[in-house]
């Protein structure tokens, strides 16, 4: 099993940057693809951004251009530089890994780390 402990998380004002980090332990960090998703009050989870084992990434039209999701397998870290942040970005940032099983798909998921964005 994977557990995942995200920091990185605080207050900033529109225009800023923040880098959020996610450290992974447990298991073999390089066979999980590694994601962002954030939950804004009265919203539904939605995902941010996403890193395959083969470091293929993905993102969600809202952050693209101003996000960037990256992966350190040696460290057992992902990030996500964000830069050019709006208010509507406030949320709570949820580091997931997974990876597909005879089933569905394994996930782990991290306890989350508040982001706002406000003047």
């Known amino acids: 099993q994977v557990q995942l402990v995200e920091s990185g998380g605080g207050l900033v004002q529109p225009g800023g940057s923040l880098r959020l980090s996610c450290a992974a332990s447990?298991?073999?960090?390089?066979?999980?693809?590694m994601r962002w998703y954030r939950q804004a009050p009265g919203k539904q989870r939605e995902l941010v951004a996403a890193?395959?084992?083969?470091?293929?990434?993905n993102y969600a039209d809202s952050v693209k251009g101003r996000f960037t999701i990256s992966r350190d397998n040696a460290k057992n870290t992902v990030y996500l530089q964000m830069n050019s942040l709006k208010p509507e970005d406030t949320a709570v940032y949820y580091c997931?890994?997974?990876?597909?099983?005879?089933?569905?798909?394994?996930?782990?998921w991290g306890q989350g780390t508040q982001i706002t964005v406000s003047s």
């Open positions: 890193v395959t084992s083969g470091g293929t990434t």
């Open positions: 447990g298991t073999i960090f390089s066979i999980y693809a």
């Open positions: 997931n890994a997974g990876r597909p099983t005879n089933g569905g798909r394994l996930d782990y």
